[in-house]
């Protein structure tokens, strides 16, 4: 996952997952991007230095659509049919 400024297009950070994210987009909600893989990963990632503040693993399943955020709670489906609710405070 990369951050790249819109101004520059210069690298702001990355942050390694060490697994593919495509069809995902981001979600970002009080500092926090939130992105899933198509292994079942998803990862709460702080917006300003790209630190991995939180992750979870799905047993099964992947992500083909977008997580939905509240505040730093995010909301993620897979086609496994779980649906979690994940807290990065």
Known sequence: M???SLEEGKELWAAATGQ????????????IVSVGSVS???????AASGA???SFQFPTGHFLS???MDGRAVYAATYS????RLDFS
């Not at 593919?20 to 500092?31: H, L, M, N, Q, W």
Request: glycine share 12%.
């Open 2 to 4: 990369r951050c790249v």
């Open 66 to 68: 977008s997580p939905a």
């Open 20 to 31: 593919v994210i495509y069809d995902s987009t981001p979600a970002v909600s009080e500092g």
């Open 40 to 46: 079942g990963a998803l990862w709460g990632i702080d």
């Open 52 to 54: 991995i503040v939180g």
């Open 81 to 84: 049919d779980w649906v979690m």
